[in-house]
């Protein structure tokens, strides 16, 4: 499976944006597609993720109640909407695929299928 990220920008602080994750093939089972972020002399962490099947979702908590993370199966895309954007959303975002158990979502090392990065990048 390929994932193809894209949707960032350069924005300012409060504005919107939305990032897409494009699967080269349609996600089954129990698949879980994730966005991380790294920003510069930081680790990456962990975003949002959704179930493919289902749609269960998880964030982290530093995103909860201004970014939602869903799916569209016909297209095999998942989307991250931001909004309310903040200058420490500053980042290189990245979708990412695997079938982590679900209470174990945010490690990263648990995906095998890497999108390329999306720069989001928030003016204050």
């Known amino acids: 499976v390929q994932l193809q990220a894209s949707g960032g920008g350069l924005v300012q602080a409060g504005d919107s944006l939305r990032l897409s994750c494009v699967a080269s093939?349609?996600?089954?089972?129990?698949?879980?597609i994730a966005w991380f972020r790294q920003a510069p002399g930081k680790e990456r962490e962990f975003v949002a993720a959704i179930k493919f099947q289902g749609g269960h979702t998880n964030y982290a908590d530093s995103v909860k109640g201004r970014f939602a993370i869903s799916r569209d199966n016909a297209k095999n895309t998942a989307y991250l909407q931001m909004n309310i954007l903040k200058s420490e959303d500053t980042a290189v975002y990245y979708c990412a695929a695997g079938r982590p158990a679900w209470g174990s979502v945010a490690l990263s090392r648990l995906y095998g299928y890497w999108g390329q990065g999306t720069q989001v990048t928030v003016s204050s």
């Open positions: 093939a349609r996600p089954f089972g129990n698949i879980v």
